[in-house]
């Protein structure tokens, strides 16, 4: 089915789009191109009614409120041109130093001020259950060398998969590392996702430092409570790290190669949610600092707790981490990513 366009708002004067792909299932998935952003994913019950799942907006208005701005939880945007924190927000390459913006801290965050998540994208193509959205990011823009020129893809193909694809070309050396940051609720929002369970499958993840940026070091896991390589419920990991999960997990996968990394699945288990990527790294996310205050215009409460993200990505303060795999796009080449939610109901 091909996609369905239709008005989404005003930004500066310029007409911002809502794209609806449909499957054969019944499953639902809405996209605007301001951010690249998911703003919608519904999966029909038992009844055939369908149930809203990640955390996000109706109206473009929803986006620029006063409570949302002030927490700032990038719901389903598309973020760059770094995701995650850089560590005193800036590194150094080819000899020479990167000031970006500390926006996090002493840190820098996804990419800073305007990044990838606060553009207006333009429309590439649209074909049967597929989105293309481009974007130029200029050279120094953020503080980030090169001119680069991006595409992010989405698709939902009829085995209820939601993949995203990320191209980018760059005329310089530059830190890239693009993800998606949806919040889900297997429960429809009818219970929190503690009541979730989790698996994701690698005993490794990243240290932090104070500050929140990695330090490059990886801890092995193995029995530990945020050992995820078997299902846990994920109230029992918080109850016993007496926290929520901010778990950089990190893969061997350094190719390629689509690769199964962890499963989310509500207490029922009557839905899950599986998620594969090329990337070597995931950030698995539960949402311990969304505001409780944030609701979709229909009332569908969010909040603490109430969302989980799988960003799947570079390692984060890879800039400055020795040796992190694929976190400089060299000038000429291809930076290459995918990620597929695959949603089984």
């Not at 605007?32 to 990640?54: C, F, H, R, W």
């Not at 990011?137 to 209820?160: C, I, M, Q, R």
């Not at 303060?317 to 089984?344: C, H, L, Q, R, W």
Request: contains cysteine; aromatic residues 12%.
């Amino acid at each position: 089915m091909k996609p369905i366009q239709s008005n989404f708002g005003l930004i500066d004067d310029k007409k911002v789009d809502l794209y609806t792909l449909k499957n054969a299932n019944g499953m639902v998935v809405k996209i605007t191109n301001y951010g690249a952003t998911i703003t919608s994913i519904q999966i029909p019950n038992k009844k055939g009614d369908l149930v809203e799942i990640a955390c996000g907006f109706d109206t473009l208005d929803g986006y620029f409120s006063d409570d949302y701005k002030e927490n700032a939880p990038y719901f389903g945007s598309t973020v760059g041109r770094y995701c995650s924190q850089i560590k005193d927000a800036n590194f150094t390459l080819n000899g020479k130093q990167y000031q970006l913006e500390k926006n996090c801290g002493p840190n820098n965050l996804h990419g800073g001020t305007v990044g990838f998540d606060k553009r207006l994208w333009s429309l590439d193509s649209t074909n049967e259950n597929l989105v293309k959205l481009t974007l130029i990011s200029k050279d120094l823009e953020e503080g980030f060398p090169g001119n680069v020129s991006v595409s992010v893809t989405f698709s939902l193909t009829e085995n209820n998969e939601l993949t995203i694809n990320y191209y980018a070309f760059t005329d310089a050396d530059t830190p890239l590392s693009l993800t998606n940051h949806t919040y889900f609720n297997l429960s429809g929002f009818s219970t929190s996702i503690e009541n979730h369970t989790a698996q994701v499958f690698t005993n490794k993840r990243l240290k932090l430092d104070n500050t929140g940026a990695a330090t490059g070091e990886i801890v092995d896991v193995s029995n530990d409570v945020d050992d995820l390589r078997n299902p846990k419920k994920i109230a029992d990991a918080h109850n016993a790290m007496n926290d929520g999960f901010e778990h950089f997990y990190v893969f061997d996968n350094t190719g390629e190669t689509v690769t199964k990394v962890a499963t989310v699945a509500n207490e029922n288990e009557q839905l899950s949610l599986d998620v594969f990527t090329t990337e070597p790294c995931m950030l698995l996310y539960t949402g311990k600092y969304t505001a409780n205050n944030l609701k979709r215009e229909n009332g569908l409460k969010y909040g603490k707790y109430r969302g989980f993200c799988c960003e799947t990505h570079r390692y984060p303060n890879g800039p400055n981490i020795k040796n992190s795999p694929k976190s400089i796009t060299k000038a000429g080449e291809n930076f290459k990513s995918t990620t597929v939610f695959k949603f089984s109901f």
